[in-house]
């Protein structure tokens, strides 16, 4: 673990706030896509990203436990003085955006309305691979048919993706029938515009493109709510311009784990800190 140069909230954005940093969450290692995103488009903001590792998969877990997360999460974000928060986690966005954008003054952006207006600018036939909780929730059924009444819409629950590539088993023969047997039915609908309904999904570019026509049109969230943070930070006059500080990693669960998955997507070994929060019951996945 390390000692960042963010502990102890030694430093004090007050006087200069566009140096604040932008803080990411996701359960894993699904938020790094947003994260890879964000160093693209916006290079020269700070950056902090928090996995939730100790109650990951969200995507099986309950409305009112997803909030109670994404509430401790928040609280902690904020005291650490970020300027704004991206939800890269499509469940937490999906059940509880609406609700915590009420309660917590900063501004916080989601992943499932700038996935439904790309989605809508590719096709008509869309569908949608999530986690079970995303896909029960229809939340990107209802925004896709809001930017296009005219659009269908298809979803799939997923939930062995999560697992599977928080452990590394991407390239395992076992995950290829997985996928197979999920885009299976989104398939036989003729889709012509397929959404990564999670985050970590894009890690699963490789298989899902070799069970896919090569027509059909990939949309990755990630990259559009990159472009809208960028436009929310230009509206609010907080876009940085000075160099970007080291991102801070932060986990609630294993660090070393966490390092074991994220390198291959980094390209380099992060150093990562935990953060427990009270009453954390542990997911046994």
């Known amino acids: ?109 989601g992943l499932i309305l700038p996935g439904a207006m790309a989605a809508v600018q590719h096709g008509k036939r869309i569908g949608v691979i999530a986690t079970p909780a995303t896909a029960k929730s229809n939340a990107y059924r209802h925004a896709i048919i809001e930017a296009d009444p005219e659009a269908q819409v298809w979803q799939v629950g997923c939930p062995e993706f999560v697992p599977l590539i928080e452990q590394n088993r991407i390239h395992d023969p076992y995950t290829t029938e997985v996928a197979r047997s999920y885009l299976e039915p989104l398939l036989q609908q003729e889709i012509d515009t397929l959404v990564y309904g999670c985050t970590h999904y894009p890690h699963l570019a490789p298989v899902l493109r070799s069970l896919i026509p090569a027509s059909l049109k990939l949309v990755d969230p990630a990259v559009h709510v990159a472009a809208a943070c960028a436009k929310e930070l230009d509206l609010l006059s907080l876009k940085n311009t000075y160099p970007a500080l080291p991102t801070r990693f932060v986990v609630s669960g294993c660090p070393q784990q966490f390092v074991q998955s994220s390198a291959q997507w980094l390209g380099c070994t992060p150093m990562v800190e935990v953060v427990c929060f009270p009453n954390t019951v542990v997911s046994s996945n």
């Open 1 to 109: 673990m390390s000692v960042s140069i963010f502990e102890g909230n030694l430093c004090d954005f007050s006087q200069e706030p566009q140096r604040a940093p932008i803080g990411i969450f996701d359960s894993g290692v699904g938020g790094l896509t947003v994260l890879r995103q964000l160093y693209r488009q916006l290079p020269n903001e700070s950056i902090i990203y928090f996995g939730d590792t100790a109650r990951l998969p969200y995507g099986i877990r309950s409305q009112a436990e997803i909030l109670q997360f994404v509430r401790e999460i928040l609280t902690w974000m904020q005291q650490q003085q970020v300027k704004m928060v991206i939800m890269a986690c499509n469940t937490s966005s999906a059940l509880a955006l609406e609700i915590v954008r009420e309660e917590f003054e900063m501004p916080i952006l």
